[in-house]
């Protein structure tokens, strides 16, 4: 869509807006009719900003999208006082509009039926989509945020800008956007399997599932039940997981020095090497759980169920393949059906490296390419790899199998902080940065329907 297609959209938007504000101003909108007009009023802002953000991308992404050839510019005007002028401060116009207002609002209350606090909150969502003035691309407006905090956790702008340019400060740290939150976020996934294949859950309060602990059991008789053969009861019993986020912090430090040179983006490595430390310290919760004092029982090497070979296999050996391959296939039998049906593979680099040299009983490799040419299979189920299923010693192969939707992950909304830390590490002219972050992950099953099962090759079960 061409500048021309999209003013001329603009203008029949701003028309309706307008022709909507005058309604209300005379009190024309029935209380029947009020859903319907707040409904197509949050649909107008909404075209205005996507018209506004198509405009700033045909000029450069940079700019505002203000009055253009072809635009009207009174009109802009008249939108931009819509929004700005009514109820400003020292007009006495203005002033007196708010008081007759007022003093008519009961009245038109009783004439329309809508009170007076939905009808100014539909005229200023309605004035600032008039205001040309507002309508930044959302892109433009990432960018500002993202560079805001990214300037203000390096000092280069004071607490007070931070504040104006939308960034949350205070008590000595900074929220950090949710743009960013975002990105970090993004970025675990890509380097933390659990949160690319987990189910994760956006909360504030603590998540808890029922876990089936004891079966019913059904009953069958061929005579018909009377008053002395009732259905005997039975028994169900549930268990209760509950995602208890616990604290994450990540921290990296940065020489004055490097903050002192202009060259180069010290905002952006910082960004950069926190979102490292922290996955690294993430992925390490959820895969092993076993930082003393911090442990996770919930972790998936604690809680996947072992899996253990019927038959020894040295991978040194020669003719190990075969053995290998019957354990997986072993492996692959443990789940039941409804759990198999979405099972995948998660292994280690060891795993990975035998696997690309093995073949099945016919010589075909037993690892290719998914059909989609995205990733592996394993004899016919998705498989992938990360080095955060080493076991004790990265050189044996680990091997996970099963239904990783069960691993719960849950979020706390909000939670993510950064804290810059100077005096703590003056005495080596370093400043530090602290990442903070609220989360927990779990794997979550019935005891009756374990989801993931655990092989390490050459593990002994222990008596």
């Known amino acids: 869509m061409n500048k021309k297609q999209l003013l001329a959209m603009q203008k029949r938007n701003k028309a309706r807006l307008t022709e909507l504000r005058g309604r209300l ?5 029935r209380a029947e009719d009020l859903e319907g007009v707040q409904t197509e009023v949050q649909e107008l802002a909404d075209e205005a900003q996507a018209i506004a953000d198509a405009l700033a991308n045909i000029e450069g992404g940079d700019e505002e999208s203000g009055p253009d050839e072809g635009s009207d510019d009174s009109e802009d005007r008249d939108g931009e006082a819509a929004g700005e002028d009514k109820g400003g401060e020292g007009d006495d ?11 008519g609002s009961d009245q038109g209350e009783q004439r329309s039926g809508i009170p007076a606090e939905q009808r100014d909150g539909i005229m200023k969502k309605i004035g600032a989509s008039l205001s040309t003035r507002g309508h930044k691309s959302t892109k433009t407006k990432e960018k500002e945020l993202r560079s805001a905090f990214a300037n203000f956790v390096v000092g280069k702008i004071t607490e007070a800008e931070a504040r104006s340019l939308g960034v949350e400060v205070g ?16 970025y675990a996934q890509e380097e933390n399997l659990l949160r690319k294949y987990g189910s994760r859950h956006k909360t504030k309060g603590d998540v808890k599932y029922p876990v089936l602990v004891k079966k ?11 008053a002395g053969n009732e259905i ?13 986020p616990a604290e994450f912090d990540a921290l990296a430090t940065v020489t004055k020095k490097l903050l002192k040179m202009s060259g180069a983006p010290i905002e952006q490595i910082v ?23 911090n442990e996770n029982p919930g972790a998936l090497a604690k809680k996947a169920v072992a899996y253990y070979e019927s038959t ?20 692959k039998g443990q789940p039941v059906t409804e759990v198999l049906k979405k099972s995948m593979w998660i292994v280690n680099r060891a795993a990975l490296t035998i696997l690309e040299d093995m073949t099945d009983t016919t010589g075909r490799p037993l690892l290719h390419q998914a059909a ?3 990733g592996y299979k394993l004899l016919g189920h998705k498989l992938d790899f990360t080095d955060a299923t080493d076991g004790a010693d990265p050189t044996k192969p680990v091997f996970y199998f099963g239904d990783f939707k069960a691993f719960h992950i849950q979020d706390v909304i909000g939670a993510m902080e950064l804290q810059k830390l100077v005096e703590k590490f003056s005495g080596t002219n370093k400043v530090g940065f602290q990442i903070y972050n609220i989360l927990d992950g779990q794997l979550v099953y019935s005891p009756f329907e374990p989801a993931v099962y655990r092989y390490e090759v050459g593990a002994v079960e222990t008596p």
């Open 372 to 374: 989609d040419g995205v």
């Open 232 to 244: 005997p009861e039975t028994d169900i019993e549930f268990d209760e997981i509950l995602l208890d």
């Open 93 to 103: 116009s203005s002033d007196k509009d708010d008081e007759e207002r007022d003093q």
């Open 25 to 29: 101003e005379k009190n024309e909108v």
């Open 271 to 293: 960004i950069e090497e926190l979102k490292k430390a922290y996955v690294r310290k993430e992925t390490s919760y959820m895969f092993k759980g076993d930082d003393v004092g």
């Open 216 to 226: 019913a059991e059904a009953n069958v008789t061929k005579t018909e039940r009377a």
């Open 312 to 331: 020894p296999v040295d991978i040194t050996a020669v003719g190990y393949s075969q053995k290998l391959y019957s354990q997986l296939v072993k492996l």
């Open 171 to 186: 008590n000595g740290s900074v929220t950090i956007p949710e743009v960013i939150a975002s990105e970090i976020i993004t």
